[in-house]
């Protein structure tokens, strides 16, 4: 008989989290089944924009975070990756160390950030803290991930370095097949309001009138209504209508897997985007938009160092900037097997026998205000059971699998509205 085959489960909240976990579930276990896991949240993950990642998991399954405590599946498992919001993760490391705590063997736990680390990085680190392996992306986060974890009585020996799992593709070399081509990254919140956002747009448009030899993309993340881990309320689709004067032929609005935009990318431009360190990876000149100011709250201020700060003035004068090589070291790019070390903190955690339960920094003998909210919000009570939902007459194992049919026949008529309906109602406004 052959033996049963190794098994990794992503537990993903959005499309560009499951881009995360499913790359990461590919560079520390290649060789094992990859089943998704989805949670029933506002930014669940369209077919299309699963289609968009790229990346084919061979079970996938759409689940609440309460669901999981008892789901022998994912608990026989043998590597589990949450790739999720830190709240979510603290529940689960909380309930999860508590349902498992009577079984032989439960699954390693891995857990990180989808990109760089520029805000509420203690707030979001010590959500995490208690997974068997807490990923960073970087050796700078890798020393502050550490500091942090020692200071207050976490592993710190958790913290692995590692790099952005997308961080591939072939070196930049330019082609004289195709225009010169600037793709501007999108971000679904920064800038966040509608007139930064069409001011933007505006500055893409005179740039292509300026170049018209140059081809101009706009690299969209999502369709109207679509969500992403960030709510996009002023989409470029719906503002490209709006600009002073009709958009010149050669901007485009595309999709698609930014590893594919990058193929044919000759200057990357963004306000502070992950695609940044993808573009930096394979040498492509990267420019960090300055126009709406080098701030906290735009993420652009995290490449301060890298030598690629730059205006929409300087780039319709030419300019292509290149990185800082010892910022770019710093930051991981250009890594030979990055994850190796990871790999081998699994393996050293198998080798070690039974794993001791998990334990998550926020107790609720630590924080039980905190925790107990933080519980509540996620579907669990103190114990890490699934809160009890509202009693009725029937059999509960019935109500249960109707409330499941409900939710999932919901949340279809609540994406075929919102992605269709609403923006089809929208066009008819403007016209």
């Known amino acids: 008989m052959s033996p049963t085959p190794r098994r990794i489960a992503v537990l993903a909240d959005s499309d560009t989290r499951w881009k995360w976990g499913a790359s990461v579930a590919r560079q520390i276990a290649p060789d094992h ?6 949670l029933r949240t506002r930014a669940t993950p369209t077919e299309r924009q699963l289609a968009e990642v790229g990346i084919v998991p061979d079970t996938q399954r759409e689940v609440t975070a309460a669901e999981l405590v008892d789901d022998e599946e994912f608990a026989s498992a043998d590597i589990v990756v949450l790739a999720i ?25 891995v857990t990180g950030y989808v990109g760089v680390v520029y805000e ?9 803290a208690g997974a068997d392996v807490v990923l960073a992306n970087s050796a700078y986060d890798t020393g502050r991930f550490r500091d942090v974890f020692a200071n207050v009585g976490v592993d710190p020996d958790s913290v692995v370095e590692c790099a952005l799992p997308f961080l591939g593709g072939d070196p930049y070399a330019p082609s004289g097949d195709r225009p010169f081509t600037l793709t501007f990254a999108v971000q679904p919140s920064v800038p966040k309001s509608r007139d930064e956002r069409l001011s933007l747009l505006e500055r893409a448009a005179a740039h292509a009138r300026r170049h018209p030899e140059r081809l101009v993309l706009m690299k969209l993340r ?33 999709y698609g897997n930014m590893g594919e935009v990058l193929d044919r990318t000759d200057l990357l431009v963004t306000v502070s985007s992950t695609a940044a360190l993808e573009s930096m990876h394979r040498n492509i000149p990267t420019a960090i938009l300055t126009d709406f100011g080098v701030r906290e709250a735009h993420g652009n201020h995290y490449f301060v160092e890298s030598g690629c700060l730059t205006s929409w003035d300087e780039l319709d004068s030419g300019a292509r900037p290149r990185p ?8 991981g790019i250009g890594k030979s097997d990055p994850y190796a070390a990871t790999r081998a903190r699994i393996a050293a955690l198998r080798a070690s026998g039974p794993l001791p339960q998990l ?6 003998q630590r924080a039980g205000a905190y925790l107990g909210g933080v519980l509540e919000r996620n579907g669990f009570d103190e114990k890490g059971r699934p809160l009890p939902v509202s009693s009725g007459a029937g059999d509960g ?28 109602l929208r066009r008819w406004g403007q016209t």
């Open 397 to 424: 194992s019935l109500k249960s699998a109707v409330r499941g049919v409900t939710r999932r026949g919901a949340k279809r008529l609540y994406r075929m509205g919102y992605q269709r309906v609403a923006p089809a």
């Open 324 to 331: 800082d090589p010892a910022w770019t070291a710093a930051q």
């Open 85 to 109: 919001v830190g709240g979510t993760a603290l529940a689960l490391v909380h309930s999860l160390g508590l349902a498992w705590e009577a079984r032989a063997e439960r699954p390693v736990t």
């Open 222 to 254: 999502s369709l109207p209504g679509e969500h992403t881990t960030h709510v996009e309320a002023n989409p470029y689709q719906e503002l490209i209508g709006k600009l002073a004067e009709p958009a010149p032929s050669n901007l485009q609005l595309v």
């Open 33 to 38: 089944a990859l089943d998704a896991y989805f």
């Open 359 to 364: 334990r998550p920094y926020y107790s609720p």
């Open 120 to 128: 509420k990085m203690v707030d979001g680190l010590l959500t995490r």
